[in-house]
């Protein structure tokens, strides 16, 4: 074997189609074949900022989290956020803090992304703000201390600068993606669909054979 194939999941933990697309990402992931890797990187939906998010793009996200209820079915949102919460246009803190969780216990990557998609858009937290960040990390059963002194580091927002990189690489520019890559940095884009799983593992199994042998796991 001359590579590895992997599947590479691009997505920001405050990007409201990633919340629509978690349960078929789920039944994807757990139909892969076992020969290919899944891992996840982080895109950086939106920069650092503490000023408000403008009313007009409020009212934008209003209207797609309205659209994502009528296109997937079961997916919800507390719209209350929108009230008790002060939004700004900022998912890095997010981003820093799932590589917080993963360097101080690598099974807490995924779970830190559920908590912030729960606390955002279920629990009308803002995840925008350090201190509902440590207050999810406690919840995770993680040192909220130790916690805390990671998201302020420069090491953990400089990995994030290399992941979003990386996904600018492979050209996925749109949140969620899926980036099948074989063992030569190749890369191609398996098309999204948030209600099926099946369609995606079809690409994949096909994109699999078409592989030269020297390089298939």
């Given at each position: 074997m001359s590579g590895s194939v992997d599947l590479v999941y691009v997505h920001d933990p405050?990007?409201?189609?990633c919340w629509g697309f978690r349960p078929t990402l789920e039944r994807l992931c757990s139909?892969?074949?076992?020969?290919i890797r899944f891992r996840r990187l982080?895109?950086?939906?939106?920069?650092?900022?503490?000023?408000?998010?403008?009313?007009?793009?409020?009212?934008?996200?209003?209207s797609t989290w309205?659209?994502?209820?009528?296109?997937?079915?079961?997916?919800?949102?507390?719209?209350d956020f929108w009230e008790f919460c002060h939004p700004r246009r900022s998912t890095y803190?997010?981003?820093?803090?799932?590589?917080a969780a993963r360097l101080m216990s690598p099974d807490k990557e995924d779970d830190m992304?559920?908590?912030i998609q729960q606390a955002y858009y279920l629990r009308a937290r803002n995840p925008s703000d350090t201190e509902t960040l440590v207050q999810l990390a406690g919840e995770l059963g993680l040192d909220q201390e130790r916690f805390a002194f990671l998201l302020s580091r420069?090491?953990?927002?400089?990995?994030?600068?290399?992941?979003?990189?990386?996904a600018r690489a492979m050209q996925a520019a749109s949140f969620p993606s899926l980036v099948f890559k074989n063992g030569f940095d190749n890369y191609r884009t398996i098309p999204v669909d948030y209600a099926h799983a099946q369609p995606m593992l079809d690409t994949i199994k096909t994109l699999i054979a078409e592989?030269?042998?020297?390089?298939?796991?």
């Open positions: 405050m990007c409201s189609w139909q892969l074949p076992q020969t982080l895109g950086g939906l939106a920069a650092d900022t503490d000023e408000p998010m403008p009313q007009a793009m409020q009212a934008q996200l209003k309205q659209t994502i209820e009528q296109r997937i079915p079961g997916t919800r949102f507390n719209h803190p997010a981003c820093r803090a799932v590589i992304v559920l908590a420069d090491f953990v927002d400089e990995q994030l600068q290399t992941e979003i990189g990386e592989l030269p042998i020297n390089s298939a796991p």
